[in-house]
């Protein structure tokens, strides 16, 4: 069984997690008032987003995001979910629906697959050698007109440490990879 919110860091107050990767992307995961965590994004120095996930009684929960076009704020009951307890080869899946006063990516309704791919004892990345290093796929689409299958056509195979969270993401599009990946080059716990 693993336990996925191990997976997903949320520091006390006054810590954070200072992350580099090695395109440009830098991640900073500080806790948010009220509980959960912000994780902010920048590439080449220029802010992309923060989105703020939670650790609640039914798994990791992402409620809403913070991006150039605005806020997107989750309804309740319909955020996007990461994962709780689950088992390799585990799929979970369901709806997702934004707010309709904060529609800040253009659309309302998504749909969130995530596999549980497996859990390596270790993975070696420029950032170092990390133990038991979890393996996800997640699939994810949005539209405005409401939540049909068979359309999830973005997502990423992503590698996450124990208390580090992502170290590793390769991205695909339409189910084709992009050529676009992410690796840790250096992180600070303070």
């Given at each position: 069984m693993i336990n996925v919110p191990d997976y997903w860091p949320?520091?006390?107050?006054?810590?954070?997690?200072?992350?580099?990767?090695d395109n440009g992307l830098r991640a900073m995961i500080v806790p948010a008032v009220g509980g959960g965590a912000w994780l902010e994004e920048w590439q080449?120095?220029?802010?992309?987003?923060t989105w703020h996930y939670n650790?609640?009684?039914?798994?990791?929960?992402?409620?809403?995001?913070?991006?150039?076009?605005?806020?997107?704020?989750?309804?309740?009951?319909?955020?996007?979910?990461w994962?709780?307890?689950q088992n390799i080869g585990d799929l979970i899946q369901g709806q997702?629906?934004?707010?309709?006063?904060?529609?800040?990516?253009?659309?309302?309704?998504?749909?969130q697959e995530v596999k549980f791919i497996d859990v390596l004892p270790s993975m070696i990345v420029a950032a170092g050698n990390f133990p038991n290093?979890?393996?996800?796929?997640?699939?994810?689409?949005?539209?405005?007109?409401?939540?049909?299958?068979?359309?999830i056509s973005s997502g990423a195979m992503i590698w996450l440490a124990k208390g580090?969270?992502?170290?590793?993401?390769?991205?695909?599009?339409?189910?084709?990879?992009?050529?676009?990946a992410e690796e840790l080059q250096s992180y600070v716990i303070t």
């Open positions: 949320i520091p006390g107050p006054g810590r954070s997690i200072a992350k580099a990767f080449n120095d220029v802010w992309q987003d650790a609640t009684p039914i798994g990791i929960l992402e409620d809403y995001d913070l991006g150039p076009k605005g806020r997107t704020q989750m309804v309740k009951g319909k955020e996007i979910i994962g709780n307890q997702c629906e934004i707010a309709p006063k904060f529609l800040g990516i253009g659309a309302q309704f998504g749909w290093v979890l393996q996800i796929e997640y699939w994810q689409y949005w539209t405005s007109m409401g939540v049909a299958g068979g359309q580090i969270g992502f170290i590793k993401q390769e991205w695909f599009k339409n189910n084709v990879d992009t050529g676009y």
